[in-house]
């Protein structure tokens, strides 16, 4: 009976893996639905579990902030490098070592200093009514300033990071007073004033007021899957034009990740984000989210590649963080409310 119990006990330490012991607490910014079943997936692998707490990008800046050395939270997860840029500036961050997290993911989707990591990656492009312009009198973002698309364009406000940046970067590769001609210019071809997301001016260009509007492909890419009807016809008729293509490519930003500055949990931490770039989290972020791989050698998914390849631009992103500070007086400037 002692030789059963004794076989039993060893073909079942064989069978079963051992799993390492612990937590890692997020603060997430991604919305639960977007980011739990991954989280599963690495508790279920690794034994680790995850707490989550989400909330919007900058309330969780501040959070991090007031609650100093006392937070709980590990890793902080959130959309635009601009802000990761932001959470190193207000000291939240630290820097990691992690030959996985330098090998997957592209340096200039990546902190220098290895204080932040890209997991996913967005494209902000231009999208055109289908029976109202033609693509070939499209170009460059710099071209939406001329007169041209005078009454034409739908964008959202300029306290949105997500302009920000994109004015950032051109700030990085035209300097200051080339970018502030193009905020001046593109602020005369407002069709209307600045209001809602990026999918309402999508919902505005369908409606017919008007011709252009600008936004990121994630949203674009689930209002054409999601469930709602009206989403779904406005997104239709409209289509994507990838600009700047024989200069510096389109805009791109990311969703990313960092550990906190005094993670309890560090090494944890870091495990988490190293499995949210191995070869089955890229794909199901691909596949379920409508965005990019930063992965190399992972496929977008079947929508995002029938939107074309495209050329995207290679700055490293840390630069959007670097100029927003500048970005949002020249949009105070020419008026972009």
């Not at 890209?118 to 033609?134: C, E, H, N, Q």
């Not at 306290?159 to 970067?169: K, P, R, V």
């Not at 369908?206 to 492909?217: V, W």
């Not at 791989?293 to 977008?300: D, E, L, Q, R, S």
Request: glycine share 6%.
């Amino acid at each position: 009976m002692f030789k059963k119990i004794a076989l039993s006990l060893l073909v079942a330490s064989i069978a079963t893996p051992v799993l390492a012991d612990g937590e890692v607490n997020v603060y997430s910014a991604r919305k639960e639905q977007l980011i739990k079943p991954l989280f599963d997936k690495f508790t279920a692998a690794t034994g680790i579990k995850v707490n989550l707490v989400t909330g919007k990008d900058d309330a969780l800046l501040e959070r991090l902030k007031l609650e100093g050395e006392n937070t709980p939270a590990d890793l902080l997860m959130t959309a635009d490098a601009g802000r990761l840029y932001r959470a190193v500036e207000m000291e939240l961050t630290q820097p990691v070592e992690s030959e996985t997290l330098k090998k997957d993911i592209p340096e200039n989707l990546r902190d220098p200093a290895n204080q932040w990591f890209g997991l996913t990656s967005r494209a902000r492009p231009i999208f055109y009514v289908k029976d109202k312009v033609k693509p070939e009198e499209l170009s460059t973002y710099e071209d939406l300033a001329d007169p041209k698309w005078k009454g034409r364009i739908c964008v959202r406000s300029s306290d949105n990071i997500y302009n920000q940046s994109m004015l950032g970067s051109m700030i990085a590769v035209n300097g200051a007073e080339k970018a502030q001609a193009w905020a001046d210019g593109l602020v005369k071809n407002f069709a209307r004033p600045p209001e809602g997301g990026d999918r309402d001016q999508i919902k505005a260009a369908a409606a017919g007021q008007c011709d252009i509007a600008i936004s990121n492909t994630y949203y674009y890419g689930q209002m054409l899957t999601g469930e709602e009807a009206e989403d779904k016809a406005a997104a239709e008729k409209v289509a994507i034009f990838w600009p700047n293509q024989s200069d510096r490519g389109t805009h791109i930003n990311i969703s990313g990740a960092a550990v906190t500055k005094t993670a309890k949990n560090k090494d944890n931490a870091i495990k988490l984000m190293e499995f949210l770039v191995n070869d089955e989290s890229q794909k199901w972020y691909a596949e379920a989210n409508q965005e990019y791989p930063v992965k190399a050698g992972i496929a977008p998914s079947a929508m995002l590649k029938g939107w074309g390849e495209f050329k995207a631009d290679s700055l490293n992103l840390s630069e959007l963080g670097k100029h927003n500070a500048e970005a949002v007086k020249i949009m105070d400037k020419a008026g972009w409310k």
